[in-house]
């Protein structure tokens, strides 16, 4: 009996630590691997180590979720693998994970994937084309809106291809030629005066209904870009095929996070309901979901439009500033920089681009690049300073630092033919109405100073040109029969079509 104490003791000991072994309970650890990734989703195969849980969540590179959110808001894993679901195709994500035994948490592991966007996603123009197109000049559309009531002169609601046709095509004395390469459209407020942009004004923001309307304004079946076509196509009998093709830009709402921006305790839920599920702007996840949304519908109409002369070559961002750094004005509101590059991500999958036209001195100006931008042009604002704040000189100097492009600017008060009408006045740069027609050769001066600077400045063939005209400007001065006007008019059209950079 004596003899076997010592085979007993050691078996018990060998059980014991056996049991012992079996219940350790080390710092779980876990590893993530992409498996497969589809244009809505990806597998993510999970290792783990004294993990009885794990919780994995897609989300944003770079933005880490904290554990709490993966684990409320993740996918519990099962089998070794999670399928993350309702993703966006095209854009960039992280995977998120965390393991969990009993208190013990691992540290946040992340996998990066990208969902897939295919040949079969694009459209025939876009399929035929390496990137975002290249265009030299762009002239801006402005249409919708609330209909205009101010007697002294008419803004058209729709546009038609007789409005259209000043900034096709021009004629001088050798003859027609072609004029604009792109087309910007632009709507600021809905007809019933929701704003599609972030303004402090009070108004309520655009929701998905007024979103879908802004689409089918410009890009439906008899929508402007189907009498753009039509007015190319006209030109087209007259002069022949344009050496170049033409494209128009389509203006991308912002996903304002309330529903009223000056109302911080306004709705945040207001746009309304994606895929069964009530869109939450105070998420940039959502915000990304809704901008994807209207891009696909507009890509969507304007295919069907089957153009002739015209593609569709991108989005505008309408926000004249993008607030992208925290401790910027509102950043906690806005956080472009959370929502662009993903949106230039995805754009650029489309072979479209995305474009911007800041003012003199907006925030984001100087990091343009890094948020995902296509190209953008700089306003000079000269041509509304009287008090001469802002020289040209200046404007070209920072738009060679920045690498924009310069917008050419004018509105009606340079329009001697509008300015004829008695009692008529302009706006200044801050909506006061301060020209009168004395100030029309003034004014006519400063916006040459635009064209003189580019030259100057050596931009002109390096840089593109963006013309803004206000609402109905162009056609204002090209119909007009004052001398001074048809002067003004064919110069301008000369410095666009003449320009070095143009195929």
């Excluded at 509102?330 to 991500?345: A, F, T, V």
Aim: glycine fraction near 10%; charge should be negative.
């Amino acid at each position: 009996m004596k003899n076997r104490l010592p085979v007993l003791l050691t078996l018990l000991l060998a059980i014991s630590c056996g049991e012992k072994k079996n219940e350790y309970e080390g710092d779980p650890a876990i590893q993530l691997t992409v498996g497969s990734v589809s244009h809505s989703g990806a597998i993510i195969t999970v290792q783990s180590l004294f993990a009885d849980e794990v919780f994995v969540l897609a989300g944003t590179p770079g933005t880490v979720p904290s554990a709490d959110e993966i684990i409320s808001s993740g996918t519990r894993v099962q089998d070794g693998s999670a399928e993350l679901k309702g993703l966006m195709p095209g854009m960039k994500y992280s995977a998120y994970g965390i393991g969990r035994k009993g208190d013990r948490l691992s540290k946040i592991e992340k996998a990066d994937f990208t969902t897939a966007i295919e040949a079969g996603d694009l459209y025939p123009y876009e399929k035929g084309r390496n990137g975002a197109p290249f265009f030299a000049d762009i002239t801006l559309c402005t249409g919708g809106g609330v209909p205009n009531s101010n007697a002294w002169f008419s803004i058209p609601m729709y546009w038609d291809k007789e409005r259209f046709a000043p900034h096709v095509s021009y004629t001088d004395s050798d003859g027609e030629h072609w004029l604009f390469e792109a087309f910007l459209a632009i709507t600021g407020i809905d007809p019933e005066g929701k704003n599609f942009g972030i303004n402090n004004n009070g108004r309520v923001s655009a929701n998905k209904e007024s979103w879908a309307n802004l689409a089918e304004y410009w890009a439906g079946e008899d929508g402007a870009f189907k009498a753009l076509d039509d007015a190319i196509a006209d030109a087209a009998t007259r002069i022949g095929t344009a050496p170049s093709k033409r494209y128009a830009v389509m203006v991308m709402p912002d996903p304002v996070m309330f529903e009223r921006f000056s109302d911080k305790n306004s709705s945040t839920t207001y746009w309304g309901v994606l895929d069964g599920n009530l869109l939450d702007f105070s998420k940039t996840e959502d915000q990304v979901k809704a901008l994807q949304w209207y891009i696909d519908l507009v890509r969507e109409k304007f295919n069907a439009l089957g153009c002739k002369y015209l593609e569709l070559g991108g989005f505008y961002i309408l926000s004249e500033e993008l607030v992208a750094t925290p401790g910027g004005w509102n950043y906690q509101y806005k956080r472009w920089d959370r929502i662009l590059p993903r949106i230039g991500e995805y754009l650029d999958a489309c072979n479209e681009g995305l474009y911007w036209i800041p003012y003199l001195t907006a925030d984001g100006t100087d990091i343009w690049k890094s948020l995902g931008i296509t190209y953008a042009w700089l306003q000079p604002n000269r041509y509304w300073d009287y008090n001469n704040e802002k020289p040209m000189s200046e404007s070209v100097k920072r738009i060679r630092q920045l690498g924009m492009g310069m917008e050419l600017e004018f509105e009606y008060s340079m329009v001697e033919g509008v300015m004829k009408t008695p009692g008529i006045m302009g706006p200044d740069g801050a909506g006061n109405y301060v020209f009168s027609l004395k100030d029309v050769p003034s004014l006519r001066a400063r916006f040459r100073e635009y064209m003189d600077g580019f030259k100057t400045g050596g931009l002109y063939g390096k840089e593109r040109i963006a013309l803004y005209s206000g609402s109905n400007a162009m056609w204002q001065l090209a119909m007009s029969k004052e001398p001074g006007d048809i002067e003004m008019y064919q110069e301008l059209c000369n410095f666009i079509s003449q320009n070095p950079l143009r195929k």
